[in-house]
């Protein structure tokens, strides 16, 4: 849907304040998610910051805080009596040990939403334990279901415990305290836990696990054994996706390039049939010849794109003309109020942002020392490998 001009109104978000103590990559994924849907976010380094995240650093303004020190604690309860949204990702204790927890910072704003997006959350036995996304992934079956079956598994980069499983349920986890604070009139505490969106991604697949359509890792319907969802080789050494798991897509499929009767594609035993076909036939043409001979077909096969690729296909470039590697998406897309990525500010603005709170020149310096400000930390990533 395109947004005409006169359509076009202020973002989702605009007027809710964010202030973004998190660290590492899902809490400034998921406060730049605020930022695009038009939330000022306001993201604090020094101290135990570590580096932010260029790729999610977008649409924020940067404040360096000593919060060891009296006056950057003063500073930042300034700061949270001011916003909407308070979010944090260290273990817990840390915040409250920093002066920025829950309960003081609730008692300065009572409407505060307050988000802490762990790995294991806030109680049980691993809730001060170290962890990252494969851990997570590990921990609530996710990674024993997926992968090769004859390998260990692999965990697909660091998309569902980080992104989805964290910064999008964080997300989710806050619009809905900021939808009930209407009625309310009150904040609330949000535990964002990856290990629980990562169960919950998990709901359709848990109670078909060790049955036919799933009994083990790399196993099952859609995990790998069924041709007709999986990838196949061409002859360029490209890769095409194959996915016709629907009966009418099978057969216009098979109808195509198929050999003999349309099989039962219900039918495991028809399976190394169908298999040996498709490995035969898509092998026989490169990658894109076969994008485009089933483009608008309604086959369920698309090429496989490197990351590098993915910006000039006609398909993302219609719905997000600009995009790239360093200007993805945001999203969603409304159909009244236009949601476009942030633009990217690296200065530091302690300054302006600790003036605009109340604080004095000296304090200001006092809060935010001129050590704590050093390039916001903006190295983090990529990391440097040697060798």
Known sequence: MTVSTSQKAARPLAGVRVLDMSRLAPGPYCTMLLADLGAEVIAVTGGRAGSP?????RGKRFVALDLKSKVGRKAL???????????????????????AGYEELSRINPRLIYCSLTGYGQEGPLAQEAGHDINYLALTGVLGAIGPHDRPPTAPLNIIADFAAGGLTAVTGILAALFERVTSGRG?????????GCMSLMAMHYPVWNQKVMPDRGVGWIAGTAPYYRCYACSDKGYVSVGPLEPQFFAKLWEDIGEGDLPDQMD??????????????????????????????????????????????????????????????????????????????????????????????????????ESERANNGWSGWPPVFKG
Request: net charge negative; with cysteine; aromatic share 8%.
């Open 77 to 99: 309860h300034r700061l949270a009596a001011t916003v909407d949204v308070f979010v944090e990702s260290f273990r817990p204790g840390v915040s409250a040990r920093l002066g």
């Open 268 to 369: 495991i035993r028809q399976w190394p049939k169908i298999e040996q076909v498709f490995e035969k036939t898509f092998s026989s043409q490169p990658r894109d010849h076969w994008a485009e001979r089933y483009a608008g077909r309604d086959v369920c096969v698309l090429p496989v794109l490197n990351p590098d690729e993915v910006w000039e296909h006609p398909h993302i470039q219609a719905r997000f003309p600009g995009a790239g590697p360093e200007n993805v998406p945001a999203i969603p897309r409304f159909g009244r109020t236009a949601v476009t990525p942030s633009a990217l500010d690296e200065s530091d603005q302690s300054d302006a942002i600790l003036a605009e709170a109340g604080l004095t020149p000296d304090e200001i310096a006092k809060a935010s020392p």
């Open 53 to 57: 995240v260029p790729s999610f650093a």
């Open 188 to 196: 609330q505490f949000v535990d964002a836990a990856m290990i629980d």
